[in-house]
């Protein structure tokens, strides 16, 4: 079974008993199958946490169930995991992917600005990325 890699993996974790690294596994799985398939282009923003949720209660109910734990510490942890997620997504990762993806836009305006020879039509949009007002950050 070690030929099929990370599936491997997540077979071994499951028969192992280690539910938390199964379920890690699978809501992966879950998430880039929804960006492979573009649905997550489809799919309005704001019910993608909701999405998480759902997906983070019945994969810890489903293996809640298989570890024979009691519905309440299921439902519980499930619900937690999910508001975990979504945190973690509004507040370190969404603002370093938008930091990030502004200090690349500010790298290649100004590579541009630096190759295009200066003259006044462009002068302003070099000065425009120099300005964080005008900027929009």
């Known amino acids: 079974m070690d030929d099929f890699g990370p599936l491997s ?6 028969s192992d008993g280690d539910y938390a690294l199964f ?4 809501v992966t799985t879950v998430v880039a199958a929804l960006r492979a398939l573009g649905l997550t282009q489809i799919i309005d923003k704001a019910w993608l946490k909701w999405i998480a949720m759902g997906i983070a209660v019945v ?3 489903a293996l809640g ?5 009691p519905w309440l510490k299921i439902l519980s942890t ?9 945190a973690a997504w509004e507040t370190v990762i969404e603002p370093v992917r938008h930091r990030m993806r502004d200090a690349r836009a500010a790298k290649t ?3 541009v600005a630096a190759a295009v ?6 002068k302003h949009l070099v000065d425009d990325i120099d300005d964080p007002e005008k900027r929009g950050s």
């Open 9 to 14: 993996l997540l077979f071994r974790a499951f």
């Open 59 to 61: 994969t810890g109910v």
């Open 65 to 69: 169930i298989v570890a024979q734990t």
């Open 78 to 86: 499930s619900i937690n995991v999910g508001w975990c997620a979504i």
């Open 23 to 26: 379920a890690g596994g699978v």
């Open 109 to 111: 305006m100004a590579a």
């Open 117 to 122: 020879p200066a003259t006044p039509a462009l």
